[in-house]
């Protein structure tokens, strides 16, 4: 398992009632990280085209590209999440707090 980064909080670390942070597996981790190499291979190319001065629609379209794949990511993350952290909290009827977290993801939307 790999070392979090420094103010990157694991499950377990948002309260002390909720468990130890529970590692994604490794097909779950290999998906998410594809997909981040690939969004980032999407907005290298956004940065690209706008230095090159591209025509804007077509920036526009590769930056929906750009976007579209963060929240295929998101999407994956939230889902292991519910799987693991929040079925787990909710098993050990520790429910509110996760709940809360969850609710406040889309809050930011």
């Not at 981040?36 to 526009?60: F, N, Q, S, W």
């Amino acid at each position: 398992m790999s070392i979090p980064h420094p103010g990157i909080k694991t499950c377990g670390e948002r309260s002390r009632t909720m468990p130890k942070g529970i590692p994604r597996n490794k097909p779950v981790n290999q998906q998410i990280l594809h997909r981040m190499k690939i969004a980032r291979g999407h907005l290298d190319k956004v940065i690209r085209m706008t230095e090159d001065g591209v025509y804007c629609i077509d920036i526009v379209q590769q930056s929906i590209a750009v976007q579209g794949a963060l929240k295929k990511i998101d999407e994956i993350i939230l889902k292991n999440h519910m799987e693991t952290c929040v079925a787990d909290s909710i098993k050990k009827g520790k429910s509110t707090e996760v709940i809360d977290d969850v609710l406040k993801i889309f809050e930011r939307r």
